[in-house]
């Protein structure tokens, strides 16, 4: 009901009610009732009633002496379940419950046969009818999105909502089917929800261009959207993360730093205590407070947590390895490597040398075993930013009291081939030198400021999912757009310099900046509901149920309703079972991208200026995130103590070898199983007991399903991993390894 309005010209279902009937079975004492209704229309090829839906309501209010009324014509008393009162059709697919009582009165149903029974539809896709209702020049209509009927709220702030006179300027109206509406006259929107009072503190004023703003007294901040409990609580949530950011900052990394037995006390340790041999001329190795190794290069004064002694020399030590005796390296006509046994007089494009990668090349010219590497990857990527390095540095000054305005200002005011130099940052009335760590803060305090929700740029995907999408409705910011450039240099920056941020995208989000086509399933992990019911008519026939879909679709932001046209002539085109692919695909590319066009262009077009998006190639989706965000040390034992099971116990013998497949892994296999699993990489800062589903609090859960033959399958918006019951060890390693390494998305059977 969230993003479609129905066509006033068609009829979904319909289901009679004898409001009497209901008022003498509850002795006239029908408030809080809640009622079901079976809606019903007829199959336009059998001719035959079917449900195609259900129709939930709430009575309130409706108590009545009974005694005082005369039984209407017509009317009969409510069937009871032992009654020999013939079957009517008023009676049907009518269900009725007292809150208060916490009893259930059902109204008696007629029974159905089995084939009618296979008739029955979802009312999943009813949410994806498309509407032809425009505001008419003049008036004011109501808002194009039906209410949801699944919130609820308690009767007592329902009540008080109620009784409190509304803000300035708005109006109640009801439409022609009798539902209420709210008008504001100041910005000409319609909205379903009644409007809030503005909160204390708050005021409404306009700029001298006429658009409406808000002024918050408390703070001395303002903002272009219209503040309300939610999005207060939402800054207030925002505000409380911020003292934890720098710690956020220091618990990430790329590559695990192993220490062996407790931390020495100074900050500077022997750099030959490690089997590694000395460091580089320039370098010192160090350790932060909390105990973590990072390494200084004096020559040209930055830090790196990369070991300089074996960073990017995974592939060239092997290389520089002598072959063992009797073997030769020859090349075809094609340049194409191969060696020669002399010993057994074979040949074989394998090299034979320890320690050298089995299988031919990838398109990379390495060995695909190192293409699956991400610390290879992350090697190339960096050999492409030091090759493009330029010398000297460029000094962004800003405050802490205003981090955000300062930094917009002094990026957006620089050449973006300026960003390239060495970042040397300095907060005013701050001593120190930036050696690294200064701008290492810099990153993720700039990065938090953007997800300001007052700024009305960010938003979380959805109240479960806190990875980040764009706001559709940040266009109520004048100069929007200028910030999606400045985020684009600002993130691409982060990946240049080797920075990291504080939150990540959404995986879809992901696969936009690389240029990969989104599917259905991707709009999984940020809109469930939207999701089951592109599946709903995937899988169901459109013809049998009688929906009368078009290639239009209407949306509503900030209570302005938006249409658009799938297609040429959308409006005009309806949706049958044989063209149905086509439009489920329409819809995806139109829900991944609504509202947001110019927003997601103008943040790409700031990235290319600093970073040409082809350097990502070698990325996929979830390894850029690793990229942008880094890993934090996974807890196996706080997660295997907080996972659940379904069709399996702690001791089921897969479960037992998942758990050891988890320990013996690195933390990168580790984080890319955790990323398959739930969606991001990041453990939420309470441990494994914080993890969110779709659905509110959700655990991490191992469920058997499927056969041995199957891969292991994610579901992001549960948490849940589908393990088939393998037969041994080794099979689980294979399988698992696969799917978290070679499957594009979240699920693969």
Known sequence: MDHNNFRKDTIIGEKKIDLFQLLTHFNGKCDNLDVTLDLINENKQTDSPVKVGELMCTLKGLILDMSNYLRPNGSMPLAQSNSDVPHRTVLNGIRAKLRSHGSENVVPTSSRNNSERQTLLATSPLTLSPSSNNIPNGNIGP??????VNVTTSDTDESRAESEPLPPGWEMRFDTYGRRYYVDHNTRSTSWERPQPLPPGWEMRRDPRGRVY??????????????????????????????????????????????SGPMPGPSVIADDDDGLGPLPSGWERRVQPEGR??????????????????????????????????????????????????????????????????????????PRA??????????????????????SHIKIQVSRQTLFEDSFHTIMRLPAYELRRRLYIIFKGEEGLDYGGVSREWFFLVSHEALNPMYCLFEYANKNNYSLQINPASYVNPEHLTYFKFIGRFIAMALYHGRFIYSGFTMPFYKRMLGKKLVMKDIES??????????????????ECGLELYYSVDFEVLGQVVHHEL????????????????????????????????QTQAFLDG??????????????????????????????????????????????????????????????????????VTGTCRVPVGGFAELMGSNGPQRFCIEKVGKESWLPRSHTCFNRLDLPPYKSYEQLVEKLTYAIEETDTFGQE
């Open 143 to 148: 808002p194009a999105t039906v209410p949801n």
């Open 370 to 391: 190192y293409e699956r590497s991400f610390k290879w990857k992350i090697s190339q990527f960096r050999f492409l930013c030091q090759s493009n390095a330029l010398p």
């Open 214 to 259: 808000y002024v918050d007294h408390n703070t001395r901040t303002t903002t272009w959207q219209r503040p309300n409990s939610e999005r207060l609580q939402h800054y207030q949530q925002w505000q409380g993360q911020r003292q934890h950011i720098v710690q956020q900052g220091n618990q990430r990394f790329l590559y695990p730093q192993y220490q």
């Open 293 to 366: 190794v990072y390494f200084v290069n004096h020559k040209n004064r930055t830090t790196q947590w990369e070991d300089p002694r074996t960073q990017g020399q995974e592939v060239s030590d092997i290389e520089e390895l002598p072959l063992p005796p009797g073997w030769e390296i020859r090349y075809t006509e094609d340049n194409k490597r191969y060696f020669v046994d002399h010993n057994t007089k074979t040949t074989t494009f394998d090299d034979p040398r320890p320690g050298a990668p089995k299988g031919p090349k990838g398109v990379y010219g390495v």
């Open 526 to 543: 940020i809109d469930p509901e939207f999701y089951n019911s592109l599946v709903w008519i995937k899988e169901n026939s459109i013809d």
């Open 607 to 676: 990235f290319n200026e600093v970073v040409p998006i082809e350097w990502l190639k070698y990325f996929d989706e979830r390894e850029l995130e690793l990229l942008l965000c880094g890993m934090q040390e996974i807890d196996t034992e706080d997660w295997q103590r907080h996972t659940i099971y379904r069709h399996y116990t702690r001791n089921s013998k897969p479960v037992v070898w998942f758990w050891q497949f988890v320990k013996q892994s690195d933390n990168e296999k580790r984080a890319r199983l955790l990323q398959f």
């Open 567 to 598: 297609k040429k002539n959308g409006d005009k085109e309806r949706v049958t079972e044989e063209n149905k692919e086509e439009y489920l695909s329409l819809m995806t590319d139109w829900r991944m991208t609504r509202g947001i066009e110019q």
